[in-house]
């Protein structure tokens, strides 16, 4: 099973529409990243995100983070087509390396 | 400022042979981490070099990967004797320090063993 779930798996919106995902964890989580991946491309960083109750906005996009630190959503406001892509949630479970550990991915589509 | 770059972006290869797939952080960056994209798998963890440390290999999946960092900077991911289910695409990435910062990702390389 993945230690990282998230959802929706995949997503279509109408351009103009809000939208969430959610990523969650069964373990405490000392940091969660969310990335952006455009096919054939590599990762976009998005936004870090380290505390219980955090919330950081970017242009559009708004994340979030419970005070549990075990789950976060990632919410796009007015959603256009370059929004399109993958988005991934990743990991640290803490230590010394700061691997991540990423979840499966959420694949959106956003129609003009 | 440049980001980090891989290289090659695309290797073909035959099955037993070996590949170098070769990553250039970001300057300044004393972190840096191999992971591996697949469809069966997602995003795995490799290994992580961070500075003068021994690196942290435990993501490797067999013997036939190894990785090396040269100077602190230029890192060569090798697989050797390579396997059809080491096709995948192959990213690197980078952070100013190995604790709690972003990490910064390359473009990958997309690696097929035929």
């Known amino acids: 099973s993945q230690e990282l779930e998230q959802s929706p798996q995949s997503l279509i919106v109408q351009e103009g529409k809000n939208l969430t995902i959610n990523c969650t964890s069964s373990k405490t989580l000392y940091g969660l990243y969310w990335y952006k991946q455009k096919y054939g491309e590599g990762l976009i960083f998005l936004m870090m995100l380290q505390k219980g109750g955090e919330e950081k906005s970017h242009e559009k996009i708004t994340a979030k983070l419970d005070e549990k630190k075990q789950q976060s959503s990632l919410h796009i406001t007015a959603s256009q087509p370059s929004h399109a892509g993958i988005y991934l949630c990743?990991?640290?479970?803490?230590?010394?390396?700061?691997?991540?550990?990423f979840g499966t991915g959420t694949l959106l589509a956003v129609q003009p | 400022g440049a980001g980090v770059s891989q290289s090659p972006s695309n290797k073909v290869t035959e099955k037993g042979k070996d590949v170098e797939l070769r990553c250039d952080p970001i300057s300044g960056h004393t972190a840096l981490y191999w992971y591996r994209q697949s469809l069966g798998q997602g995003l795995e963890f490799l290994i992580y070099?961070?500075?003068?440390?021994?690196?942290?290999k435990s993501g490797l999946p067999s013997d036939r990967f190894s990785a090396e960092r040269t100077g602190g900077s230029v890192s060569t991911l090798t697989i050797q004797r390579t396997q059809q289910e080491d096709s995948a695409v192959y990213l690197c990435a980078s952070s100013l320090t190995g604790y709690s910062y972003e990490q910064y990702f390359g473009p990958g390389t997309r690696l097929t063993v035929t």
């Open positions: 990743g990991a640290d479970r803490g230590g010394a390396t700061n691997k991540l550990i």
């Open positions: 070099f961070q500075g003068n440390s021994a690196p942290d």
